[in-house]
């Protein structure tokens, strides 16, 4: 959940996460005012992830700036629409992770 792509998606910047990877590979991203362009980066408590200044006129992040209006991010990320900015308040616990996939099924592949 605490890589920079997720981050990027959770927050509301990119439509999925594939997005978020290409976004943050073509370095639309800065973390701490550190221009970041590894996806797998790992973010920590406390990390401020913002568009840069140089990329916000770009067309693609016009429409992103109307779709974070009415975009809420989870309870363990802040985020500021009009900076479009973020940043990671507390570890995501278990119960606010979206259950999208069947655990048991994983843990019945390893075991192997």
């Known amino acids: 959940?605490?890589?920079?792509?997720?981050?990027?998606?959770?927050?509301?910047?990119?439509?999925?996460?594939?997005?978020?990877?290409?976004?943050?590979?073509?370095?639309?991203?800065?973390?701490?005012?550190?221009?970041?362009?590894?996806?797998?980066?790992?973010?920590?408590?406390?990390?401020?992830?913002?568009?840069?200044?140089s990329h916000q006129e770009r067309e693609l992040f016009k429409t992103v700036k109307e779709t974070l209006r009415s975009h809420t991010a989870p309870d363990w990320l802040s985020l500021d629409a009009g900076k479009m900015a973020g940043s990671v308040l507390a570890l995501p616990r278990r119960d606010q992770m979206p259950l999208d996939f069947n655990e048991q099924l994983v843990v019945e592949y390893y075991s192997r």
């Open 1 to 53: 959940e605490l890589r920079l792509d997720n981050v990027v998606y959770r927050l509301g910047f990119a439509p999925s996460r594939a997005a978020a990877r290409q976004m943050v590979a073509h370095g639309h991203f800065a973390v701490n005012g550190t221009p970041t362009n590894i996806p797998s980066y790992a973010c920590r408590i406390g990390d401020r992830i913002e568009v840069r200044a």
